[in-house]
């Protein structure tokens, strides 16, 4: 599989958390290590909800400082921002015109929107703009434009990738040619569900989160609000079914987690000493990428500097994919 290209984004819509960390981020660098990487902040499907212009900074900043203090060499990996990429949106217009409207119409998070509405009895319609119809057109683009063979992502991504599937296979068709590479998502299903701290999945949407920035006593603050059952301190414990336990098993050694279950099977384990111990694990993973998060941030000169970078990069891949589609589709001269 030597050569070929990896490409993900995430929306600067939010402080990374946990959940980002193990379902996308760290999957996404494992195959940093093996093949050309290209991953960027997507920061235009961002906008279809965060639309004041100092929060779109700020996140985009922490998403960038995220990846890096996570491990991202931007050396070797391309680190762009889609909105310094304009091919991006040129190609979007592009596949517009090979994309069925009932494609968008069944797309997942549209017809999520357009549910609830008619649950509600409001209009059809409400708050649903056009980028959050067009969303997959868009992320198809950013998927074409750079020769992607893989996408890491999550599972309730994958239909995004059918369609951007769907749309290149039509335009190949079209032009009798292999313009456009076919890609094909990489799921990783193990760690799909980290859980938050309601046991619910680890979510922005559900105010749940463990974001991955905080300071060791705010973390540990916040560790100790994880909810759990009331049983006491004496009674015996399931580290199966523990949410606590669950979150635990994924910052520490096999070691670790048999003597934290051990723990728990015999009693005498209270709920505030399993949160201790987790806390302990949690920060003692975090620590030394947070002191390299607070560095990255309080520089932005150099941040946007890698980002710049990145972008000039990237736009030659860019610039080469639309040439070569507005020549085969008889665009301009
Ligand atoms: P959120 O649900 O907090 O808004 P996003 O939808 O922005 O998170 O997710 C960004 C990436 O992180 C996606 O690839 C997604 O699959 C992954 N991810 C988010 N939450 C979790 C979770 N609880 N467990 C595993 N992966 C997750
Ligand atoms: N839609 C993705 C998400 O919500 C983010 C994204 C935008 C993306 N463009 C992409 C992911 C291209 C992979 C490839 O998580």
């Not at 868009?138 to 020769?147: E, K, Q, R, S």
Request: with cysteine; net charge neutral.
């Amino acid at each position: 599989m030597a050569g070929k290209v990896v490409l993900t984004g995430i929306k600067p819509t939010g402080i990374p958390h946990i959940g980002n960390y193990f379902g996308a981020i760290r999957p996404a660098l494992g195959l940093a290590d093996n093949f050309e990487a290209r991953y960027f902040i997507a920061d235009y499907h961002a906008l279809n909800s965060v639309q004041d212009s100092a929060t779109m900074r700020d996140y985009t900043y922490q998403i960038a400082a995220t990846w890096i203090a996570c491990g991202l060499d931007p050396k070797k990996v391309l680190l762009y921002r889609q909105s310094d990429v304009p091919e991006t949106f040129e190609l979007s217009t592009f596949l517009m015109a090979f994309t069925a409207k009932g494609l968008m119409n069944r797309a997942h998070a549209y017809k999520d929107a357009f549910s609830k509405n008619l649950e509600k009895g409001v209009d059809q319609d409400h708050e649903i703009n056009m980028g959050l119809f067009t969303y997959p057109v868009l992320m198809a683009a950013d998927i074409l434009l750079f020769d992607t063979d893989l996408v890491p992502v999550g599972r309730d991504q994958k239909q995004h990738i059918e369609i951007a599937c769907d749309i290149a296979q039509r335009i190949n068709h079209n032009y009798g040619a292999e313009l456009l590479r076919v890609p094909q998502p990489v799921i990783s299903s193990t760690l799909d569900l980290i859980p938050g701290l309601d046991g619910r999945k680890m979510s922005k949407s559900y105010g749940n989160t463990i974001p991955l920035w905080l300071s060791s006593k705010e973390l540990r603050k916040l560790l100790m609000k994880i909810t759990t059952n009331s049983q006491g301190v004496e009674e015996v414990k399931d580290p199966d079914t523990c949410n606590i336990f669950a979150l635990f098993k994924l910052f520490s050694t096999e070691e670790q987690q048999a003597e934290l279950a051990a723990r728990y099977r015999v009693g005498g384990l209270g709920w505030g000493h399993a949160k201790q111990a987790l806390f302990e694990v949690v920060d003692a993973h975090l620590a030394p990428m947070r002191e390299k998060y607070d560095a990255l941030i309080a520089d932005k000169a150099a941040l946007d500097a890698i980002l710049d970078e990145g972008a000039s990069r990237a736009r030659v891949i860019s610039a080469a994919t639309m040439g070569r589609l507005r020549k085969a589709a008889g665009l301009g001269r």
